[in-house]
């Protein structure tokens, strides 16, 4: 007997509640955004990678690029307490799927969500829908709409973004 699997964020897709890009089926589970990036052949700045932090007792999420970092002090400063990142397990409870497919919306315990400013400047981006081996790629404007999220400026600066600052301000 076959065990019945809920995948609310794919669901949604299905049932065209959610206007997507392109879709892609990939041969086999991705682990993690990198690995994504490359079998679909994607710009790594246009990968969504879900984080899950506990800010005290209340669990947030934030989508942001691989490329960044999340700034855990400007979580501290909002919620005005210690913030530390959620376990893999504690990720699988809450979003209710595998760490490397968690999806950016439709998870299974209602948390706020933070999007990267930063995913708002590329074209379309791309979204594990709840299964490592399926990925979407749908506007930020409906990533923004499907998942309620806030658009915040929540990276700290990495170093390759430091030296590509560093080279436009010499030319």
């Given amino acids: 007997m076959p065990i019945d699997i809920e995948f609310p964020f794919l ?3 299905e049932s065209g509640e959610i206007p997507v890009v392109d879709r892609r089926q990939l041969h086999y ?4 955004v990198h690995q994504a990036a490359e079998m679909l052949k994607a ?3 246009q990968m969504i990678e ?3 932090y506990w800010c005290g007792a209340r669990p947030v999420v934030v989508l942001h690029t691989p490329v960044n970092r999340v700034d855990l002090s400007k979580l501290e400063q ?4 210690e913030v530390r990142p959620a376990s893999p397990t504690e990720i699988s409870a809450l979003c209710g799927t595998h760490i490397y497919g968690s999806p950016p919306a439709g998870q299974s315990y209602q948390m706020p969500i933070f999007i990267d400013d930063d995913l708002m400047h590329q074209p379309f981006v791309w979204a594990a829908a709840g299964d490592p081996a399926v990925w979407v790629a749908l506007t930020p404007e409906n990533l923004v709409r499907v998942s309620g999220g806030y658009v915040v400026e929540i990276k700290r600066p990495n ?11 010499s030319s």
């Fill in 11 to 13: 669901d949604m897709i």
């Fill in 29 to 32: 589970l991705t682990r993690g």
């Fill in 43 to 45: 710009d790594i700045r």
């Fill in 50 to 52: 879900v984080s899950v």
């Fill in 78 to 81: 909002w919620f005005g307490m």
């Fill in 159 to 169: 170093y390759l973004q430091m030296v590509e600052q560093f080279r436009s301000r």
